[in-house]
C-alpha cells in the first residue's frame, strides 16, 4: 500500500515544483504541470522565442495554448480528498550561496550537476532527462556553477569554444569570421589538453624542486651541528690551556670563549637563516602545487584557461647546487693561537701581556658565489630562455604575431583592449615572463629598435615610460650601425660594428647585465654591473617600419 501511495504522489506531482498538481494543463508532448508554473517557465524563454518541455526538452514553434486538464484535475482533486500529500522533498532549497535550479519555479532547489551544453543547472528531479533522453547524451556536466554565462560570447551570444592563440582569449566560432579571421585557433578542449600536459610538467617540476630543497635543508643541519661541535670542542680545549696559567689570564680566557660563542652564534644564525628561506620555498611550492592541482581538477575548460595564466607562474627557484660541509676545524685557529702563546708566556708575562685577539674564522657555509660569465655562444645558449610579448602592455601602433614572439611598428591603430599594463605614450612592449636566475635570450630585428629590461612597475605614459630614460629600465638602442646604452637618462654611444641579431645575458642574483652584437662571433656591447631588486621583464620598443623576433635559440 505504501508503494502505492508513493506511485500515486509521483505521478500527479508537477515536476517543476514537485507539489501536487494544481490546475493541471498537458502540454502538447504529453507532460503535465501546474499551469502556473509552465507559464512561468515559458514566460523566461520569450526572449529566445523557444518554448521546450522542461521533461523531454521537446521544442514547439509557437508558444502552445494552455487549457485545463478537467480529467488530471478531478483525480487530483480526489487524491487529495483521500488524505494524500505531495511526497516530502528530500532535497534541500538553495541559499544564497548556493547554485539554484534554472527549472524550478517559486523556491528553487539547490542545482545538482551544470550543463555546459544547456548552460543551465539543474536539481536532481530536473536532471532525470540528461540521463535518460539520448538528445542529452553528449551534453557535458559539471559540478554546478554560478559562472555559465561567462562561457557565452558577449558580442554575439554563442557559446565561446575556441581558443586564439594569436591573441591568447577565448571566443566563439563567430570571432573567427572577424576580429579573429586568419589567427591561430584551436578548440578549448585542445588547448585545455595541451595546457593541462604543461601543468603536470610544472608540478613534476615543484615536486623534484620540493625534494631537492628538503636534502639542501637536512645538508644545512648537519652545518648548524658542525659548527657547534666545533666551538665546543675549541671551548674545551681552551678552558685546558688556560687553567694552566695564573689567575690573571682568567678574564682573558672568559674574553676568548664569549668571542667563539659569539662566532659560533653568527655562523648558526648565517645557516638557520638559509634554513629557514629554503623552508619558506618548500612551503610555498607545496602551496602552489595544491594550487595547480586544484586547478588540474576543474572541469569547465574557461574557467581553467581562464585562471591558469595566474596560477602557472613559478618564482625562481634559490640556488643551492653546491652546499659543502667543510671539515670539523673551524676553530682550530684559535686553539692553536693560546697554545703557542702559552708557551711564550711563560717568559714574557711579567713584562707585558700580549692582546690576544680572535682571528674571525670565515665558515663557508652560504650559497657558493656566482658563476663566471660565459664566454662561447654555446655557454651563453645553457642559458637560453624562451621569451614570448605580452599583448596586455603592447601600444596600440605594435602588431604582435607568431605566438606573440614577433612585433612590427605600424602607423594602423590596433583594435587591444584597455588594460592597465598597457603602454599608452611609446611603442613599447614587455615580455609576460619575469626574469630572474641567469637568462640568455636573442632579438633578430630589422631597422630601428630598442632591446631593453625593466621592473613591472614602470611607468605606462609620458616620458617616465620610455626605456632607458628613469631608474627602472636599462636599454640599448640599436641601429643600422650604432648602438647607445641607456639608463637613467644618461645615455652611452657605443663603437661596434652593426649587426641585425643581439644577445641579452642577465644574472639577476649577481647583479650583471649584458648586451651583444651576434653574428659568427660574439662582441660585448655593454655591460652593466649593478643590484636588481625586483623580477625584470624584456622590453622591445619597435620603430614604425621596424620589427623584431625573440628568437628561439637552441
Not at 81 to 88: R, S
Request: some cysteine.
Amino acid at each position: 500500500m505504501a508503494q502505492k501511495d508513493q506511485l500515486d504522489q509521483e505521478t500527479f506531482s508537477c515536476s517543476i515544483c514537485l507539489d501536487l498538481l494544481k490546475d493541471p494543463v498537458t502540454i502538447p508532448c504529453g507532460h503535465s504541470y501546474c499551469m502556473s508554473c509552465i507559464k512561468g517557465f515559458w514566460d523566461g524563454e520569450d526572449q529566445r522565442r523557444r518554448y521546450s518541455c522542461p521533461q523531454c526538452r521537446e521544442d514547439f514553434t509557437q508558444r502552445p495554448v494552455l487549457k485545463k486538464n478537467t480529467m488530471l484535475a478531478a483525480l487530483v482533486e480526489q487524491l487529495k480528498k483521500t488524505g494524500l500529500q505531495a511526497a516530502p522533498a528530500d532535497h534541500c532549497y538553495a541559499g544564497p550561496e548556493d547554485v539554484a535550479c534554472d527549472v524550478c519555479t517559486g523556491r528553487k532547489l539547490k542545482a545538482f550537476k551544470s550543463c555546459l551544453v544547456c548552460l543551465a543547472s539543474y536539481c536532481k528531479n530536473h536532471l532525470q532527462s540528461h540521463y535518460e533522453s539520448p538528445t542529452f547524451k553528449k551534453h557535458k556536466l559539471v559540478e554546478p556553477s554560478k559562472k555559465l554565462q561567462e562561457n557565452i560570447c558577449s558580442r554575439h551570444d554563442k557559446l565561446m569554444e575556441i581558443f586564439c592563440h594569436t591573441d591568447q582569449q577565448i571566443i566563439c566560432y563567430l570571432c573567427t569570421m572577424e576580429d579573429h579571421k586568419g589567427h591561430n585557433t584551436v578548440s578549448a578542449a585542445a588547448e585545455r589538453t595541451e595546457r593541462q600536459r604543461e601543468l603536470e610538467v610544472s608540478r613534476l617540476n615543484i615536486q623534484q624542486r620540493i625534494q631537492d630543497r628538503e636534502k639542501d635543508v637536512k645538508l644545512l643541519q648537519q652545518e648548524v651541528e658542525a659548527v657547534s661541535l666545533s666551538a665546543d670542542k675549541a671551548v674545551e680545549d681552551n678552558e685546558k690551556i688556560f687553567t694552566q696559567l695564573i689567575r690573571l689570564l682568567q678574564k682573558r680566557s672568559s674574553d676568548v670563549k664569549q668571542q667563539i660563542r659569539s662566532q659560533q652564534e653568527t655562523e648558526v644564525s648565517r645557516v638557520k637563516e638559509l634554513q629557514e628561506k629554503l623552508q619558506q620555498e618548500i612551503t610555498k611550492l607545496k602551496r602552489k602545487d595544491a594550487e595547480l592541482k586544484q586547478l588540474s581538477h576543474t572541469e569547465d575548460h574557461n574557467q581553467f584557461l581562464h585562471n591558469y595564466p595566474s596560477v602557472s607562474q613559478l618564482s625562481e627557484p634559490t640556488d643551492s647546487s653546491s652546499i659543502n660541509i667543510r671539515p670539523l676545524r673551524y676553530f682550530e685557529d684559535v686553539t692553536a693561537a693560546v697554545s703557542e702563546l702559552r708557551d711564550l708566556l711563560q717568559d714574557i708575562l711579567r713584562d707585558k701581556w700580549p692582546t690576544i685577539s680572535l682571528r674571525e674564522t670565515k665558515v663557508d657555509i652560504l650559497l657558493p658565489q656566482p658563476e663566471p660569465e660565459p664566454k662561447t655562444r654555446a655557454e651563453f645558449l645553457k642559458y637560453s630562455f624562451e621569451i614570448t610579448l605580452d599583448p596586455n602592455t603592447a601600444y596600440t601602433q605594435l602588431v604582435l604575431y607568431d605566438g606573440n614572439r614577433k612585433v612590427k611598428g605600424t602607423l594602423q591603430q590596433q583594435s587591444y583592449s584597455s588594460h592597465t599594463d598597457r603602454f599608452s605614450s611609446w611603442c613599447q612592449v614587455l615580455s609576460r615572463e619575469s626574469l630572474t636566475g641567469r637568462c640568455y635570450w636573442e632579438v633578430e630585428r630589422r631597422g630601428g629598435v630598442n632591446v631593453a629590461v625593466a621592473y613591472k612597475k614602470i611607468s605606462r605614459a609620458g616620458s617616465e615610460s620610455i626605456f632607458g630614460r628613469n631608474d627602472k629600465s636599462w636599454c640599448l638602442y640599436c641601429d643600422t650601425n650604432r648602438y647607445v646604452f641607456s639608463f637613467n637618462n644618461i645615455e652611452t654611444p657605443i663603437s661596434c660594428p652593426g649587426s641585425s641579431r643581439v644577445g641579452v645575458y642577465l644574472d639577476h642574483r649577481a647583479g650583471i647585465l649584458s648586451f651583444y652584437s651576434v653574428s659568427k662571433t660574439m662582441t660585448l656591447l655593454h655591460r652593466v654591473q649593478t643590484t636588481f631588486t625586483q623580477p625584470l621583464y624584456a622590453g622591445l620598443w619597435v620603430y614604425v617600419g621596424s620589427t623584431a623576433e625573440l628568437c628561439k635559440v637552441k
